[in-house]
Every structure is written in structure tokens, then in C-alpha cells.
């Protein structure tokens, strides 16, 4: 065939290949003038309803061997660019991938150039390459192939200078090198190390698959082919081509549902090709044989068609290789011959280069030498692998880091999040919905069984150990024992009454030491369970007990310098902030997040910063809160994308330095970002709903106090249903209403509420509880306004008394106490004294705020009144 007439089969078939096939009959028939053009049209497309593969087709190999009739140059020797080539490294239906060296001899680089082979040179294939070296030249990571350089041949084809891989593609090198299980799960997660700093960095890869991924000598994975790689950035390519045409590109074996359905790929449809990937990375199997190339067929798998779980999988593997007789020995013996011979060592750097002769549908990957069996699997890593595989994208992990943080969780042997119907996470919806009083024995029963399910899981700790069976066995006993007492104890039945919350607590706390003296462990888990719980119903003097014991213990089990012990640190922080005893709190806090980082656990990272970030901004250490909330709103974007309920609450957090700082404009815009957020996911009676609410209130009663009421009024009202009358989130509303009428002149109301939150002592609230010296303020502030500066000096001496026990002396919260106070003394008559504790506050506030800021503002008129 002439190449004028090849040419002209070329566009109809790959025109053709775009259509549906009942559209093909009549468009090969229009576009076929005679009889021989539309016979090798047609035969071109059986062959490629034929292929094994959607790159790698018998059609495109057919058209690799016309074209190579036409007597296509070879590479060999030409020097391209600055490099020279040396030999093939591998090929593939549209290209081919050589070793080369630098022509000039400048210094000796091997590298590997990857070329379109002539005839495959249209403009999608074209646009393609180009893509790909737009997406590798933004990529620096020690496990993806780093683009060098790039360019076009004399002759017009396009060509890529990458990094020289000298590996095994994955699935080679685990089954050739007998990696154990723990080995596999490590080099998987540099794997999802490399695919998350993509993600990061606006690009979803959308063809990871084994062949994808070089594996060194040392174990250093490498990721490969950007192909069809997909920039997420608005002013980015988005695509290349239309659906059909990505439907052949990407690798049907390993692509999520809705990349065979056509839908929109997100980050989660790489979560869902490693999900595949470590499915047959740790069974040797495939989790869907794809017996056709049809694609509806394929799309109907995949969407609809449930896994089987990777240890039954594996299972089935282990029970054909036990009913081999003795006599499979011999042949087992050439086979692994024969597979010693091809696990040579294999030097390419690229997918294209991967061996296509074999049907990817057919081939089984070797299976893993079976250094762990089945039972290994089960469990958490069947969970782990199915969540990642789910059909629905937004029921996936959130981002690749989260599936990798679920499988350290497994290594280090906490509780994964991948666990159907959690005990712990129906326990945190009871925790944060019902308030102290409401009959829920059930429920806390349920929030102790998800404690239980975790503290048993730290028995992974001790692996090892030679007892460790008899001990876990030992351990479930006792754990079924503790549940069916909890559970009669929650029961009304068996006491004749209703049961609280707080009985069921109670009973717990007492039956933790009897029952688990001699399992540290399993004691601490517990304390912190219990201890969470009463910290969220708002009862500090409990919950300072359990969590005091839960760190005491995981002290005495762990280092001082693992997960548990960092998690303790950061619980009995939260207690120490929730009493108001902020300088204690900050010494624990930094330790756990130090321990965080070095053990790279983001999330935790995240939730320590949090805690820090409103630490130091109470501090008045205000450019220290933005850095670590700015670090913390980068690790959650990451983590989970920009709408996720996490976010909203560091968007909150951030929102509220900005207001300390007096950007009000920043701060209410953050506010109703976050509040949007969390509306998404959550209704109005959610707690984090309601924290939101109540900050973007206090936002607005500096631009509309009317509004500001509402809603604050509206979070009151949902407090004290959610969590009872007693709640110090409560005390927290009750004097933002105070502050607020004192803002607009109603002192008689803002004295009622104040005192009503200083009632609240009596029921609970501690004193360092900053919503005391607050309301301690605003009557004293009040008082004064309604002529009664005798009335108003204890309020605000008490006030004084206890933020000099938690504040810096220099704190704008003491200063601006301090210009209260200052005025009540000169209305008493102390002139001298009173003057100088306006002007000293007034010189605080110019420091700390500034001279633009409210409070400052306010300090300077109290001051210039007395002049």
C-alpha cells in the first residue's frame, strides 16, 4: 500500500474508532470511495475490537508493521538533541523508549529518550506528548521520572529526555525478590507518596497502573507516563479529546467507574487505580477478569460488577496451589526457571516499553511467594483496599494521603478508618448531639465499644512476641466480657429506671481498673474514650481524671516520642485550654506536634496546629497563630480538597485571628466561606454548624448588631437543646449576647446576661474559663455605664485577678481590663492611680492592635475623657 492511500485509511479508521459501533457501518461507507479502502478499514477495526489492550492493540501493532514497511529510519546512533542513542530500551504500538548518552561528552549521563513512531505523529498523539512534557517539567519528586529536556527531531517528531530507570515494574519486582508484606505496603507508600505531591500540584495522572511504576535495585519506586495525565488548574489544559477517545487511551483494568462511564476524573479516580493496583499488589490477581473488549460490557464490570476481598482472593490462590500433587514439582521447577530468566533485570522508563503481547485481560500478574497467606488480609486490609475501590467517589478516601495515613495506621497497629459501620464514629454523632441528661446508655455503650475495638488493636504493637495469639485471644475475651457488663448496665430493664449518660460514664470509669489492671493499654484507650466524652458534654473535673490517667499510662506503655503518647499530650491540652489554663497547654501542644512531624502523620498535624493557632491568637502572639493556621489550611487542602468540613473549621480558625487583628472584611468573608462549607455536610443542630454560626454572629454585631442578635440568639437556643443548659459553650454564647448589648447601649441587659453567665460557676464552669473573666468585664463595664462604679470595682478586680493568672502582663485582653478599671478608680476619686492605668493600657493596645483597632480606639477615648 502506497503511503497517499495509507494515509487516507489512517484518518478514516481513527475517525471510525471514535464512533459508537452502530455509527460505523455508514460512516466507512460514506468515507470509503472503492472496495479495498473500506476491506482494510474494516479490518483495521476488527482488529482493534480484537486488542488486548486500548494503547497496545493488534491494530495498532498491524499499523506499526505497515508503517515500518514504508522503511521507517531507525534511531539507532542519531544523536538527538544533545544525546546519542545507544539501543532500545522497549517499544510499544505508538512509540518507543532508547538509552542514550550526552553526544558532547560533557559529563557521562545516561538517560532515556522517549519518541512517537513515524505514522503515529497526528495531532491528538502529538498534543498528548506535549501535554505530558508540560505535566513532567512541573513535577520534582524523588519518586516520579524527572523530565530533562525535550524538544522535536529534525524530521518534526516530538521527543521526551527523562531520568534512565534502571528497574522491574512493580509487580516483577515484588514477585521476583519475595518482598514480604510490610515491604510491599512501604514501597506502596512512596507510590502514594508520589501520586499526592501530583495532586498537590494540580494533576491527576489517570493511568496508574503496575507496568506504570519502575521499581530500583534498592526498592525506590518510580512513577512513569503522563500521558493523559489531567491538569486540574482552571487555566490548564483540561483534556484531550473527547470521551471515547480517553475510553481507549486509559487501562480499563485499573480505571475507577467513572472513567469507564465517561464521568468527570478527579483526584479520587487515582485513588481508585491504586486501590486496584494494591489489590494485585498484594494477591497476584486482578479484582475484575475483563473478558471483552467490548466497552459497554467492561463499563457494566466495572460500575456495577463488587470485588471479590483481596484475602478471598488470595485464598483462592492458595487453595489451587494445595491441590498441586508432588508431581507439579518438576514443572513448578522450569516454570521458575522460566521466570528467573525474565526477571532479568529489565532497563526501560516507560510504560510504553512494557511487553503487550500477552492480553492484560487474560494475564494474572505473578502471584506473590506466599511469604504471608491470607489471614493476613483480613480485616483491615480487605477494608483498606475495598474503601479505596468503593464505586462511589465521594465514599472513597478523601485524597491519596488518606489512604496512606490508613495503611501506616494498619503497620503501626492503631484502628484504620476503612471499617464498616464504626462503633467510634456513631459515638462521636451521639457525643456531639445530646447534651448530659438524655437517657443514651446504648449509645455510650456503643462509643465504648469503638474505644474497646481501638485499644485492642495497640496489641499490634508487640509484634514479635512469641505469646502474641494466646494474648490477643485473652485480650477479646476480656473485652466481650467488659461490653456485655457495660451492656446490662445501660439497660433500664435490669435497674427499673431510666439510665443517663452520666451513670453509664460513671460505672465504666470505676470497671476500668477491676477489669483491665493488668492491660495498660487497653486502660488507657479507655480513659480516653471516657475522658473525651465528658470533656465534650462540657464536664471539665471528670474528664481532667481520665485524661490525666490515659497519659499517665501511655507514659509508663510507649515511648515518649510515639503516636499515643502524642495524642495523650494533645487530649490533656484541649482539657488544660477548656479550663481556661492556656500557658500550660501550649507546652503540650508543642510536644505532640513536634512528634507528629517526625512521625509525617498531616492530620495530626493539622488538628495540633489548630489547637495552637487559637492558643497563641488568645496569647495575643497573633503573627505566630496565622503562620500555623496558614500551614494547617495548606495540609487539609491537601488532604481533603477545598470543600470538606475540616477545612471549614481551619477557614474559621484563620478567620478569627484576621478579626483579632481588626480585618473585619477578611474575617466575616472566612466566616461565611466556612459556614458554607459545613451547611454542605452538616444540618443546623451539628455542633461545628453552630461554632460557626456563633463566630460569624460575632463578626456581625461590629456591621449589623440587629442580624448579629438573631443569630445569636438562634445558636443559644440550639446550645443549650444540643448540649444542655450547663454547657461552657453555652457561658460562651450568653456572653457574646452581654458584649453584644453592651456594644449598643442596653447595660441593663448586658448585666443580666453577664451575671447569668457568672451563675453558671456554681454548675460546673471553672474560673480560669475565660468566658468568666470575660463576663466579669462586661458587668463591670456595664455597671459603670449605669453610674455604679462602687458596684462595678469588685467585677472588675476579679476580673484582673484571674487574667494575671493566665495572661502575659502586656496582654491587649489584660489591658483593656486594665482601662476599665483605670476609669472606675478615677470615678472613685483615685485620680492619680486611674490616669496611669489609662495611659499604660492605652500604650499596650497601640502595640499589641495598633491604632486603627476598636478596642484601642476605645481605650484612647476613655483616656482623652479624663484628661
Known amino acids: 500500500m502506497s503511503p497517499e492511500k495509507w494515509l487516507e485509511v489512517k484518518e478514516i479508521f481513527n475517525a471510525a474508532l471514535d464512533l459508537p459501533a452502530a455509527a460505523r457501518k455508514s460512516f466507512i461507507a460514506e468515507k470509503c470511495a472503492d472496495e479495498a479502502l473500506r476491506a482494510e478499514v474494516v479490518a483495521l477495526l476488527d482488529s482493534a475490537d480484537e486488542a488486548e489492550d486500548f494503547i497496545e492493540t493488534p491494530a495498532l501493532t498491524r499499523v506499526s508493521r505497515l508503517v515500518t514497511a514504508e522503511k521507517t529510519p531507525s534511531f539507532l546512533g542519531r544523536q538527538i538533541g544533545a544525546y546519542r542513542i545507544e539501543k532500545e530500551l522497549g517499544k510499544g504500538g505508538m512509540g518507543a523508549v532508547y538509552l542514550a548518552s550526552r553526544a558532547d561528552r560533557e559529563f557521562d549521563k545516561k538517560v532515556?529518550?522517549?519518541?512517537?513512531?513515524?505514522?503515529?505523529?497526528?495531532?491528538?498523539?502529538?498534543?498528548?506528548?506535549?501535554?505530558?512534557?508540560?505535566?513532567?517539567?512541573?513535577?520534582?519528586?524523588?519518586?516520579?521520572?524527572?523530565?530533562?529536556?525535550?524538544?522535536?527531531?529534525?524530521?518534526?517528531?516530538?521527543?521526551?529526555?527523562?531520568?534512565?530507570?534502571?528497574?522491574?515494574?512493580?509487580?516483577?519486582?515484588?514477585?521476583?525478590?519475595?518482598?514480604?508484606?510490610?515491604?510491599?505496603?512501604?514501597?506502596?507508600?512512596?507510590?502514594?507518596?508520589?501520586?499526592?505531591?501530583?495532586?498537590?500540584?494540580?494533576?491527576i495522572h489517570r493511568d496508574l497502573k503496575p507496568s506504570n511504576i519502575l521499581v530500583s535495585e534498592d526498592g525506590e519506586p518510580k512513577l512513569l507516563d503522563f500521558g493523559i495525565a489531567k491538569l486540574t488548574s482552571p487555566n490548564s489544559l483540561q483534556t484531550h479529546g473527547d470521551a471515547s477517545?480517553?475510553?481507549?487511551?486509559?487501562?480499563?483494568?485499573?480505571?475507577?467507574?467513572?472513567?469507564?462511564?465517561?464521568?468527570?476524573?478527579?483526584?479520587?479516580s487515582d485513588v481508585y487505580s491504586l486501590g486496584v493496583i494494591l489489590y494485585e499488589l498484594l494477591t497476584g490477581q486482578r479484582p475484575f477478569r475483563l473478558r471483552t473488549n467490548r466497552a459497554e460490557e467492561i463499563s457494566r464490570i466495572i460500575t456495577e460488577t463488587a470485588p471479590t476481598r483481596p484475602s478471598d482472593s488470595l485464598r483462592s490462590v492458595e487453595g489451587e496451589k494445595g491441590r498441586k500433587g508432588e508431581g507439579e514439582k518438576g514443572r513448578r521447577g522450569e516454570g521458575e526457571k522460566r521466570r528467573r530468566g525474565e526477571g532479568e533485570k529489565r532497563e526501560i522508563s516507560s510504560l510504553e516499553a512494557e511487553d503487550s503481547s500477552a492480553?492484560?485481560?487474560?494475564?494474572?500478574?505473578?502471584?506473590?511467594?506466599?511469604?504471608?497467606?491470607?489471614?493476613?488480609?483480613?480485616?483491615?486490609?480487605?477494608?483498606?483496599?475495598?474503601?479505596?475501590?468503593?464505586?462511589?467517589?465521594?465514599?472513597?478516601?478523601?485524597?491519596?494521603?488518606?489512604?496512606?495515613?490508613?495503611?501506616?495506621?494498619?503497620?503501626?497497629?492503631?484502628?484504620?478508618?476503612?471499617?464498616?459501620?464504626?462503633?467510634?464514629?456513631?459515638?462521636?454523632?451521639?457525643?456531639?448531639?445530646?447534651k448530659a441528661g438524655v437517657a443514651a446508655g446504648v449509645g455510650i455503650a456503643l462509643s465504648l465499644v469503638g474505644g474497646?475495638?481501638?485499644?485492642?488493636?495497640?496489641?499490634?504493637?508487640?509484634?514479635?512476641?512469641?505469646?502474641?495469639?494466646?494474648?490477643?485471644?485473652?485480650?477479646?475475651?476480656?473485652?466481650?466480657?467488659?461490653?456485655?457488663?457495660?451492656?446490662?448496665?445501660?439497660?433500664?430493664?435490669?435497674?427499673?429506671?431510666?439510665?443517663?449518660?452520666?451513670?453509664?460514664?460513671?460505672?465504666?470509669?470505676?470497671?476500668?481498673?477491676?477489669?483491665?489492671?493488668?492491660?495498660?493499654?487497653?486502660?488507657?484507650?479507655?480513659?480516653?474514650?471516657?475522658?473525651?466524652?465528658?470533656?465534650?458534654?462540657?464536664?471539665?473535673?471528670?474528664?481532667?481524671?481520665?485524661?490525666?490517667?490515659?497519659?499517665?499510662?501511655?507514659?509508663?506503655?510507649?515511648?515518649?516520642?510515639?503516636?499515643?503518647?502524642?495524642?495523650?499530650?494533645?487530649?490533656?491540652?484541649?482539657?488544660?485550654?477548656?479550663?481556661?489554663?492556656l500557658k500550660a497547654a501550649e507546652p503540650l501542644y508543642r510536644e505532640a506536634l513536634e512528634i507528629f512531624r517526625r512521625l509525617r502523620r498531616p492530620d495530626d498535624v493539622a488538628e495540633v496546629l489548630d489547637n495552637l493557632g487559637?492558643?497563641?491568637?488568645?496569647?495575643?502572639?497573633?503573627?505566630?497563630?496565622?503562620?500555623?493556621?496558614?500551614?494547617?489550611?495548606?495540609?487539609?487542602?491537601?488532604?481533603?480538597?477545598?470543600?470538606?468540613?475540616?477545612?471549614?473549621?481551619?477557614?474559621?480558625?484563620?478567620?478569627?485571628?484576621?478579626?483579632?487583628?481588626?480585618?473585619?472584611?477578611?474575617?466575616?468573608?472566612?466566616?461565611?466561606?466556612?459556614?458554607?462549607?459545613?451547611?454542605?455536610?452538616?444540618?443546623?443542630?451539628?455542633?461545628?454548624?453552630?461554632?460557626?454560626?456563633?463566630?460569624?454572629?460575632?463578626?456581625?454585631?461590629?456591621?449589623?448588631?440587629?442580624?448579629?442578635?438573631?443569630?445569636?440568639?438562634?445558636?443559644?437556643?440550639?446550645?443549650?437543646?444540643?448540649?444542655?443548659?450547663?454547657?461552657?459553650?453555652?457561658?460562651?454564647?450568653?456572653?457574646?449576647?452581654?458584649f453584644l448589648n453592651a456594644e449598643r447601649g442596653d447595660y441593663a441587659a448586658a448585666e443580666r446576661l453577664a451575671r447569668e453567665v457568672l451563675a453558671m460557676r456554681r454548675r460546673g464552669l471553672t474560673d480560669e474559663h475565660p468566658a468568666v473573666s470575660s463576663a466579669l468585664l462586661t458587668l463591670g463595664r456595664s455597671l459603670l455605664a449605669q453610674g455604679r462604679p462602687e458596684t462595678a470595682r469588685p467585677a472588675l478586680e476579679e476580673c484582673l485577678a484571674l487574667r494575671r493568672k493566665t495572661l502575659n502582663a502586656n496582654h491587649w485582653l489584660l489591658a483593656t481590663a486594665n482601662s476599665f478599671y483605670g476609669e472606675c478608680l478615677l470615678l472613685l476619686g483615685e485620680t492619680e492611680r486611674g490616669k496611669r492605668l489609662l495611659r499604660e493600657s492605652c500604650e499596650v493596645l497601640l502595640e499589641k492592635l495598633g491604632p486603627a483597632h476598636d478596642q484601642t480606639r476605645a481605650a484612647a477615648e476613655r483616656r482623652d475623657k479624663y484628661k
Open 452 to 581: 474497646l475495638i481501638a485499644a485492642s488493636r495497640q496489641a499490634k504493637i508487640a509484634r514479635g512476641q512469641r505469646d502474641r495469639a494466646l494474648r490477643e485471644t485473652e485480650k477479646a475475651e476480656r473485652i466481650n466480657q467488659f461490653l456485655q457488663k457495660m451492656l446490662a448496665s445501660a439497660d433500664p430493664r435490669e435497674r427499673g429506671r431510666d439510665v443517663r449518660v452520666l451513670e453509664v460514664l460513671g460505672e465504666a470509669g470505676r470497671s476500668i481498673e477491676m477489669d483491665f489492671a493488668d492491660q495498660p493499654d487497653i486502660k488507657a484507650a479507655l480513659h480516653t474514650t471516657i475522658g473525651t466524652t465528658y470533656l465534650n458534654l462540657g464536664l471539665l473535673e471528670p474528664a481532667e481524671d481520665h485524661l490525666g490517667r490515659a497519659l499517665d499510662l501511655r507514659l509508663k506503655c510507649f515511648p515518649r516520642r510515639t503516636a499515643e503518647v502524642a495524642a495523650s499530650l494533645n487530649n490533656f491540652g484541649l482539657l488544660l485550654k477548656a479550663k481556661g489554663d
Open 614 to 738: 487559637y492558643l497563641l491568637a488568645f496569647q495575643g502572639k497573633n503573627r505566630e497563630a496565622l503562620a500555623a493556621h496558614a500551614e494547617e489550611l495548606e495540609i487539609r487542602r491537601a488532604l481533603y480538597g477545598e470543600n470538606h468540613p475540616k477545612v471549614a473549621k481551619t477557614i474559621g480558625s484563620l478567620a478569627n485571628v484576621f478579626g483579632v487583628l481588626g480585618e473585619r472584611r477578611k474575617n466575616e468573608s472566612l466566616q461565611r466561606r466556612a459556614l458554607e462549607i459545613l451547611r454542605a455536610f452538616y444540618d443546623e443542630t451539628h455542633p461545628d454548624v453552630i461554632t460557626a454560626m456563633a463566630r460569624l454572629a460575632s463578626v456581625l454585631m461590629f456591621a449589623d448588631k440587629t442580624e448579629a442578635e438573631k443569630l445569636f440568639e438562634k445558636v443559644l437556643r440550639l446550645r443549650r437543646t444540643v448540649l444542655g443548659e450547663n454547657h461552657p459553650d453555652v457561658a460562651w454564647t450568653l456572653y457574646d449576647l452581654a
Open 245 to 268: 477517545t480517553a475510553f481507549r487511551v486509559m487501562t480499563p483494568e485499573y480505571a475507577s467507574p467513572e472513567q469507564v462511564g465517561g464521568q468527570p476524573v478527579t483526584t479520587a
Open 359 to 434: 492480553s492484560p485481560r487474560r494475564r494474572v500478574s505473578a502471584s506473590p511467594p506466599l511469604l504471608f497467606s491470607s489471614s493476613a488480609l483480613k480485616g483491615d486490609l480487605d477494608n483498606i483496599i475495598l474503601m479505596a475501590m468503593r464505586k462511589e467517589p465521594e465514599r472513597r478516601y478523601s485524597s491519596v494521603e488518606q489512604f496512606a495515613e490508613d495503611i501506616r495506621r494498619y503497620l503501626d497497629g492503631r484502628p484504620v478508618i476503612a471499617r464498616e459501620d464504626s462503633f467510634s464514629y456513631r459515638a462521636e454523632k451521639f457525643v456531639k448531639r445530646n
Open 112 to 203: 532515556a529518550i522517549k519518541l512517537i513512531k513515524r505514522g503515529f505523529d497526528t495531532d491528538e498523539i502529538i498534543e498528548r506528548f506535549r501535554h505530558e512534557r508540560q505535566i513532567l517539567a512541573a513535577l520534582e519528586h524523588p519518586n516520579i521520572t524527572r523530565l530533562i529536556d525535550g524538544g522535536s527531531t529534525e524530521d518534526g517528531l516530538p521527543y521526551l529526555v527523562m531520568d534512565y530507570v534502571e528497574g522491574l515494574p512493580l509487580g516483577r519486582y515484588c514477585a521476583t525478590r519475595s518482598v514480604s508484606l510490610e515491604e510491599r505496603l512501604a514501597i506502596f507508600l512512596k507510590i502514594c507518596a508520589a501520586v499526592n505531591y501530583a495532586h498537590r500540584n494540580l494533576i
